[in-house]
């Protein structure tokens, strides 16, 4: 009879791509690794991987066995899900956030799991799209809020939120009657996202067909961005849904550009499908919840805002 730890042994080296990544995932030893997977050769009677100087990779066969592996181990993760209640989930979840989400609804999420897993520990790390993407298909995190969707095999997306970005600057810097030109803005720096990002892109690539010369200023620190803003350093594009106490108090002010549409934020839930997913599943959803709570809580708090000038 086939031992299921082989087969999850098989999942994880094919995964990872090496027996040294596998044996720290399962905690155990190479030696231990490289036993299990010679004895589900053994029993299947099929060479599952080739192994060269370089490491490890699938053979035909092995390619073409990997998916029942994958089912026969999630088939083994519902059973035992659908023995224990949805409370008692444990361990350690890694996640990866973009600071969009850390600015706006993490803290609520946070709750959220606090309140319906109490055994389940976050590990949370911030920083870009860039970063996280490649970080997640690496495996070294379980699940990313990022800007997606990231279509790979077997990644699954959900969506979580969407924020328009705009021009943003301090008052106290000079820049002329509004709508401003592209030539105008140009003139001083635009400082946004890190230049790997969507909207950093997407910036240069309107100052450059407008005949500008882009200089721009990215950051993965939002709160950096904001504070060069406000030092009258540049004008900044930026999503301002987490700028409501800076729009309010005046420090920064929202700028009229004569320019194409920036494009929207649009942020996913990512993760890798497997036999180990069900929490970054779990996880997903609560965000999804915190999400909307939070959509629903700055409309209301707009629309109040709304009906209090129009009564002034």
């Not at 021009?167 to 720096?189: C, I, N």
């Amino acid at each position: 009879m086939i031992d299921l730890r082989h087969i999850e042994t098989f999942f994880w080296v094919a995964s990872l791509g090496s027996f040294r990544a596998a044996s720290e995932k399962l905690n155990t030893t190479q030696p231990a690794i490289s036993q299990r997977i010679a004895s589900l050769e053994s029993d299947l009677g099929v060479r599952l991987f080739e192994r060269d100087a370089r490491g490890v990779t699938l053979t035909g066969k092995g390619h073409e066995l990997l998916s029942h592996a994958e089912r026969m181990l999630q088939v083994r993760r519902d059973m035992m899900q659908a023995a224990r209640e949805q409370n008692v989930m444990s361990g350690t979840l890694r996640m990866g956030v973009a600071e969009t989400i850390v600015q706006t609804w993490l803290p609520a999420l946070i709750e959220h799991v606090h309140a319906a897993y109490p055994a389940l520990v976050l590990q949370i790390e911030v920083d870009t799209t860039h970063v996280l993407r490649g970080q997640l298909l690496a495996r070294q995190i379980d699940l990313a809020f990022l800007m997606g969707p990231v279509r790979e095999a077997r990644v699954e997306n959900v969506p979580l939120c969407t924020y328009p970005l705009a021009w943003v600057a301090s008052p106290r810097l000079d820049l002329g009657p509004e709508p401003l030109t592209l030539a105008r803005v140009g003139q001083l720096p635009v400082i946004t996202y890190p230049s790997s990002s969507s909207p950093y892109r997407a910036v240069q690539d309107m100052l450059v067909r407008a005949g500008v010369a882009p200089r721009m200023y990215g950051s993965a620190s939002l709160s950096m961005v904001v504070r060069m803003t406000l030092d009258c350093i540049g004008t900044s594009v930026i999503a301002p849904v987490f700028l409501g106490k800076e729009l309010a108090s005046g420090e920064l002010r929202l700028l009229s550009v004569q320019a194409d549409p920036l494009p929207d934020l649009a942020f996913t839930a990512t993760w890798v499908e497997g036999p180990d997913s069900h929490a970054a599943r779990a996880i997903a959803r609560l965000a999804q919840r915190a999400a909307a709570d939070h959509e629903r809580q700055r409309d209301a708090a707009q629309g109040g805002e709304s009906a209090s000038r129009q009564a002034s």
